[in-house]
């Protein structure tokens, strides 16, 4: 699985991290930080095999161009310990030959060594090295970076901590591996007691946080139903006047719209001199949370006067505030029409909002239309669940069962708990041993 989000980019340095909830998906702009640290995210895996936690420092030094883009990379990877092959040298290899060389070993070598090793997410060849670089004395800050980002990715989480603790000097990207990391591995009270903690401490100002750590922060304040620290840090970026980009504004109308705090939502929209999809699909899908079925469609309608181009996470969402508008599918019919047109209607995703739309309506020969248009709709359960839910919710029980014999007659086992479903619903021993 891979998720992709985008977010301002820093050239110099990449942090990596992965969060196992996903999330929301965000596109960026680079107007809100100008922080030296850019940084690219990948999830830390639980299993010092498994998980990969990747930042790339490609200067090795704190000078970093702001100007252009950046991705923040949010993926699951497992990367299994694989013996590598005779004819490559392994960090162990290359630190005993230079050992027998009577060779320093430079800096630069061991951050590569130590690079290699995050890659790999090797946690006994990090131990090693860890063994060799520490008792160094005045190791330079982003070596010492590269090291925690290290432990961070093999998954010695107690080690990385310890480390942390003892550096005497610490920068944003610091202290952003280890709130990444924990918020990555849902320990998100700690990683929220570590962003209050570095604030105390008044070394960096809001200026110098890049978007995606804001973003981060937020989310950990949500798992932790943390709404006020939210809000603080919502108003700090206001009275900064750094809060117009629409990454993390998408992200603060979700964030508002989890706590159904819709002003808060409406509030951060209207304050944007400008929208995009991002911000008006995230308004639409709070709106559709707290069940404002009739402000949905508005807003939809608004969004396409302004020339907003929709996805299918808009359609989405529209389509199950029409099914819930309870109008014989009038709604549902325009936003299905305005689908077609933009040639999202063949969308899978699309298609299953559809056929719960319909199933809402009553309109089950149309369900059934959008239901067939593609073949792999028999293989997904979501939209198979949607039809035969669509049956039982207007009462058409025997209609449902045929319907789950023509699935399986064409060789798709419905899933067990479809039909636990459709037993529970029948309340008849006889429909449960003829399904």
């Known amino acids: 699985m891979e998720v992709v989000v985008a977010a301002p980019q820093l050239k110099a340095v990449g942090l990596s991290c992965v969060h196992a909830?996903?999330?929301?998906?965000?596109?960026?702009?680079?107007?809100?930080?100008?922080?030296?640290?850019?940084?690219?995210?990948?999830?830390?895996?639980?299993?010092?095999?498994?998980?990969?936690?990747?930042?790339?420092?490609?200067?090795?030094?704190d000078k970093t161009d702001t100007s252009k883009p950046m991705e923040m990379a949010i993926?699951?990877?497992?990367?299994?310990?694989?013996?590598?092959g005779s004819s490559r040298c392994t960090s162990s290899d290359i630190l005993r030959l230079m050992d027998g060389l009577g060779l320093p070993i430079p800096y630069d070598m061991y951050a590569?060594?130590?690079?290699?090793?995050?890659?790999?997410?090797?946690?006994?060849?990090?131990?090693?090295?860890?063994?060799?670089?520490?008792?160094?004395?005045?190791?330079?800050?982003?070596?010492?970076?590269?090291?925690?980002?290290?432990?961070?990715?093999?998954?010695?989480?107690?080690?990385?901590?310890?480390?942390?603790?003892?550096?005497?000097?610490?920068?944003?990207?610091?202290?952003?591996?280890?709130?990444v990391a924990y918020a990555s591995n849902?320990?998100?009270?700690?990683?929220?007691?570590?962003?209050?903690?570095?604030?105390?401490?008044?070394q960096f100002n809001f200026f110098e946080l890049p978007t995606w750590l804001i973003v981060c922060v937020l989310k950990a304040c949500l798992y932790t139903m943390d709404m006020e620290l939210g809000k603080q840090l919502h108003g700090s970026l206001l009275k900064l006047g750094i809060a117009n980009d629409f990454f993390l504004n998408s992200f603060l109308i979700e964030f508002y719209?989890?706590?159904?705090?819709?002003?808060?939502?409406?509030?951060?929209?209207?304050?944007?001199?400008?929208?995009?999809?991002?911000?008006?699909?995230?308004?639409?899908?709070?709106?559709?949370?707290?069940?404002?079925?009739?402000?949905?469609?508005?807003?939809?309608?608004?969004?396409?006067?302004?020339?907003?181009?929709?996805?299918?996470?808009?359609?989405?969402?529209?389509?199950?505030?029409?099914?819930?508008?309870?109008?014989?599918?009038?709604?549902?019919?325009?936003?299905?029409?305005?689908?077609?047109?933009?040639?999202?209607d063949t969308d899978t995703f699309v298609q299953c909002g559809l056929i719960d739309m319909y199933g809402r309506s009553g309109l089950l020969p149309d369900a059934k239309l959008v239901f067939e248009m593609n073949g792999d709709n028999k293989r997904n359960t979501a939209c198979l669940n949607a039809m035969v839910t669509g049956y039982m919710r207007n009462g058409f029980y025997i209609e449902a069962v045929k319907f789950l014999y023509q699935i399986k007659a064409a060789g798709v086992q419905p899933p067990e708990s479809l039909l636990n479903q459709l037993r529970l619903a029948c309340g008849s021993n006889a429909t449960e041993s003829k399904i």
């Open 21 to 61: 909830h996903t999330v929301s998906i965000f596109p960026s702009s680079t107007s809100l930080s100008k922080s030296k640290y850019a940084l690219q995210i990948r999830q830390p895996l639980r299993s010092p095999k498994q998980n990969v936690f990747i930042i790339n420092d490609d200067n090795n030094n």
């Open 75 to 84: 993926k699951t990877t497992t990367t299994p310990n694989k013996k590598r």
């Open 112 to 179: 590569s060594l130590i690079q290699e090793c995050t890659l790999t997410a090797d946690s006994a060849r990090a131990m090693e090295l860890h063994a060799r670089i520490t008792p160094r004395l005045e190791l330079p800050l982003p070596l010492l970076n590269r090291l925690l980002l290290m432990h961070v990715s093999c998954g010695l989480f107690d080690t990385a901590r310890h480390l942390f603790e003892q550096m005497f000097r610490k920068d944003i990207l610091t202290w952003a591996t280890m709130i």
């Open 186 to 202: 849902e320990d998100y009270h700690e990683a929220v007691t570590l962003f209050v903690k570095m604030q105390s401490q008044s």
């Open 257 to 344: 719209g989890k706590f159904k705090c819709l002003e808060g939502a409406d509030f951060v929209f209207n304050q944007l001199p400008r929208h995009n999809t991002l911000t008006w699909t995230a308004r639409i899908i709070s709106s559709c949370r707290e069940e404002h079925f009739h402000d949905v469609f508005t807003y939809f309608r608004e969004m396409g006067r302004a020339g907003i181009k929709k996805n299918k996470f808009t359609f989405s969402s529209v389509l199950k505030a029409c099914g819930g508008i309870h109008d014989h599918g009038h709604c549902g019919r325009q936003v299905h029409a305005n689908a077609i047109k933009l040639g999202l």
